[in-house]
């Protein structure tokens, strides 16, 4: 994507609608995490491929390990329920990390997710306009579903406070 932002929309879905199997935190920074590279040298690497892409992931999710205590204050502060454990943080961080790398391999000439094969076989398989349309759409059910998720979570615990 020509910004890093465009991926939070599906992301931010996904996660949501599989929240209950994912890391939501370690899904939504996987897509920073990946960028980085092309932050600082200005054209992806082999960091955008499924296989690196996964090794990527594990080490993003045991990284984020010891900071779950500080994720499940921010999911507090964002009225989402929290749970994880190592192997859910791991998970997140390579499904994270793909979705990054599939939705950039529709988009971006450079990215040979397939590595070490040079196959790029969902390359334009839409239009780049039509890739940033549908990420920035995905933005409205996720913001649904936050607004959803936050409800049954401020109903759930109304009743623990008194």
């Not at 949501?16 to 996987?30: A, G, H, M, N, Q």
């Not at 791991?90 to 529709?106: E, K, N, P």
């Amino acid at each position: 994507m020509p910004f890093t932002l465009y991926h939070f929309g599906p992301s931010g879905f996904f996660a949501l609608v599989f929240r209950k199997y994912l890391d939501i935190p370690v899904f939504l920074l996987s897509n920073i995490i990946i960028d980085t590279g092309v932050l600082l040298l200005g054209r992806h690497l082999y960091t955008h491929t499924l296989l690196l892409g996964a090794v990527i992931g594990i080490v993003w999710g045991i990284a984020a390990y010891p900071l779950r205590h500080f994720f499940k204050k921010i999911m507090q502060t964002f009225l989402l329920p929290y749970q994880t454990n190592l192997w859910k943080m791991i998970v997140s961080g390579i499904l994270g990390i793909w979705l990054h790398v599939i939705i950039d391999g529709i988009y971006h000439w450079d990215v040979k997710m397939f590595w070490p094969s040079s196959a790029k076989l969902l390359y334009r398989l839409i239009t780049k306009g039509n890739i940033e349309i549908i990420c920035l759409c995905f933005f409205i059910p996720a913001i649904i579903l936050y607004v959803f998720a936050a409800m049954s979570y401020i109903k759930r615990n109304s009743g623990k406070q008194n």
